[in-house]
Each structure stands twice: as C-alpha cells, then as structure tokens.
C-alpha cells in the first residue's frame, strides 16, 4: 500500500523503492537475528541430552527444528499415573515476520485409571494470519470422577436436591466411551481480529456407573430432570465466534493478550439430543516485568461459559478443568465444581530460575463459581486453589516448557500436575 501510494504522485521525483526495500529487509534480517542469538543462548533438554551423550561436543547453533516428541509420563488425581507418547510443533509459516506461530500436538496414552486417550489438535495461522484454524480430534475411553452439580453449596429443599448439589462432595465415577471433533475457522478482518464459525461434535457411549448400589445419583437426578437418556448422548453444534489476540507466542506469552467470545448452539437437527444456547469467553492477558528478563511475567486469566437457553448433558457442563484445553482448575479434578453457568480465573507469575532459561518457575491462584439451579446463583460462592510448579524448557525455538505444578484446594483436593506447555 505504501508503494502504491508513492507512485500516484506525479511530480517527476524519484524514489527509492529499492532503498526502501533494502531498508524494510535489513530491519527483518536484523530482528531475525537478534532472536536467534537469543535463542542460541537458553538450554533445553536436547542441549542436556546431547551434553550427556557427548560430553566434549558444542552447543549446536542457528535454526533449531520446532517439533519436540517425549514419554508422555504424567500424575494427575483425575486420570492416576499415565504413560504414552506426545509430540509438539510449532513453527511460523510463510516469510511475513507478522505471522503469529502455528502449534499443533499429538497424544497417544493409558493411565491406571482404565483410561484410553487419543488425541490431535491444532492452532495454525496462515502467512499474514489471513486465516486461522482451530481444531482437535478425540477418541477415548474414560473414567470420569463426578462430585455433583455446583459449587458446593448444599441445597435441603428435597432428598434429590441434597444429592444433586452434593454438599460433602463425595465422589462418583463413570465409565464411558467418549469421541469429539470440533474445528473452527477464522477469517482476520483487522490486525490482530478475526472472526469466524466452526462445528462441535461431543459424543459420549456407553455409560455406566459401576461403583454406586443406589440410582439416587447427581447424574440420574439431572438426567430426569432435563430429559436425557443415562446411557448415552450426542452434543453437537454450531460455533460463531470473534478472537482478538497480539500474544508474542501461542505456547509461551511474555506479552500482548488474548480475547475470544462466541456462541455455540446445539441443534437437534445435527444429531444433537437437546438444542442448546451457550455463551463462551476466554480473556488471557500477559505483562513482562523486564526488558532484560522478558520471562518475567504476570499472567491473568479468565475462562467461562454460560447456558442462556436449552439443556446440556451432565457430563459436559463446563466446570473445573473443561476448558477447551483441560488445564483449568489446578488444585482440583477435572468436573469437581460445575454448573450451567460457570466462571474461572487464575493469576499466575513466571520467572526465570537459571540464567540460560533451562529451569524456570511459577507462583499461581485461581477462583472459581459456578450455579446449580437449586438456589445457588454464579458469582455468589467462590472456590479458591493454588500452588507452584517448575518448568523444565523442551524446545527453545517453540518455547515449549515441560510444567510439573504442585496445587491444593478446599475438600483435602491436592496432587501433582504435569503438562506440556504453559497452562495459558
């Protein structure tokens, strides 16, 4: 546009348009660099494991490869000790120095839980971040740990509602078999905005509860309430959402922010048991504390979802660890608190432990609220957690960090967390 805008004048000047591209490719060329000698001074567990395996070789140098594959060996109180596979990559596509990163990753694993986990999901970014595709693909069989309706509020109105709401949290679990596939794409429409549509497909079979001896069950409960069928349901949908996002890094922010709200509605007519209207938000927002040290960051975060109109099925109620990345809710298993308005929001501080960024750590505390339907209303009992973790850097071109968080919460819920990349 600049050049065009150059060349409609007409007064005979000349113009340097090569100087200007020169100028505009030196800038790059430069910034290019600067973040490569950067990056060729921080350490990651290739550097370690090469340092191990040959002990006299130097440090490799330049363009280092964006795909980091490791065991997938993890401890969570929601699925027990798992072992697998997983792969992460990550790198920018196309030569325009604006492109946000592509990350895309893969998991494959078993856990002592009886738990089958299958997993693809991707966040491209075309050059120019022209379009943006969201997706993931799920194939699993679950254990599902279920703790009632709400926030643990308890409600005497009825024996039913006592159960329901669940006061002293005790534990059910359900077994099942679980497929989901959503994609959604994005058109950007103005720097750093995008708006776009998708589907969602969330189907679960085969349900059982193989440890309860009475049908008097949250989950029996609100599937009496709300009509649907204990054994199996299909929750699919339309997506529409607006994302605005000028983060550094999709795997590692050390600034900018991220916002993204949208609707999605289930529909009977694509196979989905009841229609649904749910509103969606997740607002992320970064802050580094140093120019020098841009690994010191404080993080903020806010993910809800809210039912304006419908039903949705019990066990996809959105809730603690039901974000579309399942790393909500540190302190607590997955579904402990839910509702079918539900809110959540964590701060959390990064810093840097060791000077060539190969061990780094983080402080974090988050609230949560959810409603119940039984008088118990979002925003009006929250649900504190907390705790800290160190992170061990996996690939220093895609700031992919292995996280082994520590973390607590109210009803004696504590346990270690493991994970690939930031939870936000």
């Known amino acids: 546009m600049l050049m065009i805008s150059f060349s409609s004048y007409t007064f005979g000047q000349t113009l340097p348009v090569d100087s200007i591209k020169a100028d505009s490719l030196d800038k790059v060329a430069k910034k290019t660099q600067i973040e490569t000698d950067s990056i060729n001074k921080q350490y990651d567990i290739s550097d370690f494991i090469r340092k191990i395996a040959h002990p006299k070789s130097k440090p490799k140098t330049g363009k280092k490869s964006g795909i980091t594959v490791i065991p997938n060996i993890a401890y969570n109180p929601s699925i027990g000790a798992q072992i697998g596979i997983k792969a992460v990559a990550g790198r920018k596509l196309g030569s325009d120095p604006n492109t946000l990163m592509s990350v895309a990753s893969t998991s494959a694993s078993i856990t002592t839980k009886g738990i089958l986990y299958f997993y693809i999901n991707h966040n491209v970014y075309t050059p120019g ?97 709300y009509g649907f069928d204990p054994d199996h349901y299909m929750s699919n949908g339309l997506l529409f959402n607006v994302q605005y996002t000028t983060r550094d890094n999709q795997n590692r922010a050390y600034k900018g922010l991220y916002a993204d709200v949208g609707f999605r509605g289930n529909q009977t007519w694509m196979g989905s048991t009841k229609n649904a209207l749910q509103f969606t938000s997740d607002f992320r927002k970064y802050w580094s504390l140093s120019s020098s040290n841009p690994e010191h960051v404080i993080a903020f975060w806010n993910w809800g979802s809210y039912l304006i109109s419908g039903a949705v099925p019990y066990l996809e109620l959105p809730g603690s660890g039901k974000d579309p990345g399942f790393r909500s809710g540190r302190g607590y298993t997955v579904g402990y608190f839910k509702g079918t308005k539900y809110s959540y929001s964590e701060l959390e501080y990064r810093f840097p432990i060791t000077k060539n960024k190969f061990l780094s750590g983080v402080t974090f505390f988050n609230m949560q609220t959810a409603n119940d339907n039984l008088g118990t209303n979002l925003f009006e009992k929250w649900q504190p957690g907390g705790g800290g973790g160190l992170r061990v850097l996996f690939n220093k071109a895609t700031r992919t960090n292995l996280c082994l968080d520590y973390a607590f919460g109210n009803y004696g819920n504590k346990g270690f967390f493991l994970g690939l990349n930031e939870a936000f």
């Open 129 to 225: 971040n022209k379009w943006n595709f969201q997706g993931s693909l799920v194939a699993a069989k679950t254990v599902t740990p279920d703790f009632g309706l709400g926030i643990g509020e308890g409600s005497d109105a009825s024996e039913a509602d006592h159960v329901l709401s669940n006061p002293e949290r005790k534990g059910y679990v359900y077994h099942a078999q679980y497929y989901s596939f959503r994609e959604k794409v994005y058109k950007q429409i103005d720097e750093h905005l995008f708006v776009g549509g998708g589907v969602s497909f969330d189907v679960r079979r085969k349900i059982e509860d193989k440890v309860s001896t009475t049908d008097l069950t949250p989950y029996n409960i609100y599937n009496d309430r």
